[in-house]
């Protein structure tokens, strides 16, 4: 005898242990179950939520696109919220408002460089460009942004700008680098770097805005009215000799 008791035969034991066996079994499917069940909810909730937001940016890129401002020779604009105007009042008073010339913008919010840089479907700049250079047949096209591409590789960053380069073809191409918003102010220099390489590389124009302290509304990512105002102006007076 045990001297702290009766101890179990060993029967016992085993038919203990494989019940416990089959709880735990029983109890671990249930969490996969569980966890399967919440994750397929929030992926559904998520896609939900992409398309939602997929449609709006959509909607608000086609009316930022029927404001054309300003006359003479024509200038393409393509870029991101920055360009479509997210945050303002009055969209049309983005930053390519400000340019010489007969402005036109294709401007979707997310949209960046890079294919993945955006949830939405098609729209890299490369992508809107294809279809915007068909609308507007002359004059140079300038492609603004960066700053969505901030959790992108270089090798998806470059991969998009030889695709823009390609759609854009001999046509002059300006390209206008990420400003330092501080909620993305680490990444950058590292891209700003990238574009003003492959700008000069495939014989684009490159403006770079980091060195510019604008003022950002409270998501510390999009420009005031005031900063949209000192980003076009600073964009003009670099690319001024490129408009007749």
Not at 116 to 132: I, K, Q, T, W
């Amino acid at each position: 005898m045990c001297p702290w008791g009766s101890w179990p035969q060993t029967g016992a034991v085993v038919l203990r242990g494989v019940a416990g066996s089959a709880r735990a079994r029983v109890t671990l499917f249930a969490v996969v179950v569980l966890l399967a069940t919440v994750s397929a909810g929030w992926v559904t909730a998520r896609a939900g939520a992409d398309e939602s937001r997929c449609d709006r940016f959509a909607a608000e890129s086609l009316a930022r696109a029927a404001q054309v401002t300003g006359s003479g020779a024509d200038v393409l604009v393509v870029g991101d919220s920055y360009s479509a105007g997210l945050g303002l009042d009055d969209a049309v008073d983005s930053w390519p408002s400000r340019l010489p010339g007969r402005v036109h913008v294709a401007g979707f919010s997310g949209s960046g460089f890079s294919r993945a840089a955006s949830p939405c479907e098609g729209v890299a700049f490369a992508a809107r460009a294809r279809e915007a250079v068909r609308d507007v047949r002359t004059g140079p096209v300038v492609v603004e942004g960066g700053l969505n591409d901030w959790d992108q590789s270089p090798a998806a960053i470059t991969a998009g700008f030889q695709r823009l380069v390609r759609v854009v073809g001999d046509r002059q191409l300006v390209v206008v680098g990420p400003a330092l918003a501080p909620s993305r102010a680490g990444r950058v220099p590292a891209i700003d770097a990238l574009l003003a390489r492959l700008s000069d590389q495939y014989g684009a124009t490159y403006v770079a805005m980091t060195g510019l302290d604008l003022p950002y509304l409270e998501d510390r990512l999009h420009l005031t009215a005031d900063g949209h105002r000192q980003f076009g102006d600073h964009v003009a007076e670099q690319i001024g000799a490129l408009v007749p």
